[in-house]
């Protein structure tokens, strides 16, 4: 009988983790040239150099793909708004939170545009809310601004900000062409307007 030793958990682990990282990456990139809709899992599993039972072990739908590409989307974007203020300073991190989901979006336009398709064709929104909103709520409940003793208004803030980027997004992805830049002028100044009024709500505390 063999004997499991933490070595062998810990290579096991890490091919399993490699594995997940090849079927994922091989879904994005095969998303990105062909759609989402005519993108098969067994092509994935080729792509990736697996069968196809275990891509479903990782990934058991092609919307599973989406939630992951969207939830490593925001851990870049909380990684940059932590880089640029190390001291906390909430207004300023949440800026560099959407600054970097914009530079993301226009560095990979048509990845953006299929993956988004296929989160909407998959599950949308509305079934699966992104937790976007609670984080951006807890940011704001952490940095003890005045006047935030109400959870709800910290909900509300959280889900404004949330609606803010999405509607920016909605509007970039209806236009067959944008313009380089684009989109994330108007993100920078919807969310400008967006966090000028949470801040004014806060500090006064309505």
């Known amino acids: 009988m063999r004997m499991v030793t933490a070595e062998t958990v810990d290579g096991q682990t890490r091919r399993r983790l490699a594995t997940r990282e090849r079927l994922y990456e091989a879904a994005v990139a095969l998303i990105t040239e062909r759609g989402y809709e005519t993108t098969t899992i067994d092509e994935i599993a080729a792509r990736a150099g697996t069968s196809r039972r275990t ?23 909380a990684d ?11 207004l300023e991190r949440l800026r560099a ?6 530079s993301i979006t226009e560095d990979r336009p048509t990845e953006t545009r299929e993956m988004l398709f296929g ?5 949308g929104p509305v079934l699966h809310p992104s937790p976007m909103s609670e984080e951006l709520a807890a940011w704001l ?44 002028a108007e993100l920078d100044a919807a969310v400008d307007v967006a966090l000028g009024g949470i801040a004014a709500s806060i500090g006064a505390g309505h």
């Open 80 to 90: 940059a708004a932590k880089a640029a203020s190390p001291r906390g300073d909430v």
């Open 141 to 184: 409940g952490d940095a003890d601004l005045p006047g935030t003793g109400g959870e709800s208004r910290l909900t509300v803030a959280g889900e404004l900000l949330y609606d803010v980027y999405l509607g920016a997004l909605w509007r970039w992805m209806r236009d067959p062409d944008p313009r380089p830049g684009a989109f994330t």
């Open 55 to 77: 891509s479903f072990n990782h990934f058991p739908t092609k919307s599973d793909i989406t939630l992951e590409w969207a939830r490593r989307r925001r851990a870049l974007a």
């Open 119 to 123: 989160y909407l064709r998959a599950c």
């Open 97 to 102: 939170y959407f600054g970097e989901l914009a």
